[in-house]
């Protein structure tokens, strides 16, 4: 089956700074989806991104499905984006199972 | 608000009990998933539904049923619990099969 590997696995930064998360896939997909777990073990919608570039506020996405990565930018982080950060992929043609990396977990300090 | 309930929040079981875990959502949304996260292992799918009245086997669904009576709800069973089924159950739901998928709130389970 297909493998999505992130990295890093292991994120720790200060208030303020920039960060970019990797989402690698190893074949074709038509869903790819980043979340955010908080905390509270809630799982947050970040972005729906199948193939090209989103924004919202400080996060954005791009992903580029012939080369099979996806990154995810976090700009001016707060400690309120502390977390883990999924990548999920479905693969075209295949079963209806997201399936997700491993997450990158992110310690934002004040 | 529109979204995604479950219920339980939490539970602590015996081993040998039934359980039912609840899900409904209110987005008249035809596909709905059951997932369940473990550490080091992620979130995988235990059963699906691509729309009311139809199921299927998702990667881990041995011990696990569903139904899909209807479109909103999508309940999940443990016929009789074992210790192995201790985890966070997540409920999603999406438009369509291929769509993004939203998850609830989730159930921790213990089964003891």
């Known amino acids: 089956g297909i493998q999505v590997e992130q990295s890093p696995p292991d994120l720790i930064l200060q208030e303020g700074a920039n960060s970019t998360l990797r989402c690698n896939f190893s074949d074709s997909v038509n869903n790819l989806q980043w979340f955010h777990q908080n905390p509270w073990g809630q799982l947050i919608n970040l972005f729906y991104i199948p193939s090209g570039t989103k924004q919202n506020g400080r996060l954005s996405a791009t992903t580029v499905a012939t080369e099979r990565y996806s990154l995810l930018y976090i700009s001016s982080s707060q400690t309120t984006d502390s977390g883990v950060y999924f990548c999920a992929v479905r693969t075209q043609g295949g079963s209806e199972k997201l399936v997700f990396g491993k997450g990158t977990k992110l310690t934002v300090n004040p | 608000i529109a979204g995604i309930t479950q219920a339980p929040t939490s539970q602590i079981l015996a081993a040998g009990r039934r359980m039912t875990l609840r899900c409904t959502q209110d987005?008249?949304?035809?596909?709905m998933y059951w997932y369940r996260q473990d550490l080091g292992l992620g979130l995988r799918l235990i059963h699906y539904s691509n729309t009311a009245g139809t199921t299927g086997k998702g990667e881990v669904p041995d011990g696990y049923s569903v139904s899909r009576a209807n479109t909103d709800d999508f309940p999940l069973t443990l016929a009789s619990a074992v210790p192995s089924q201790t985890s966070v159950y997540f409920c999603a739901s999406s438009v369509q099969a291929d769509q993004p998928q939203h998850f609830g709130d989730g159930t921790r389970l213990s089964i003891l």
């Open positions: 987005m008249r949304h035809n596909a």
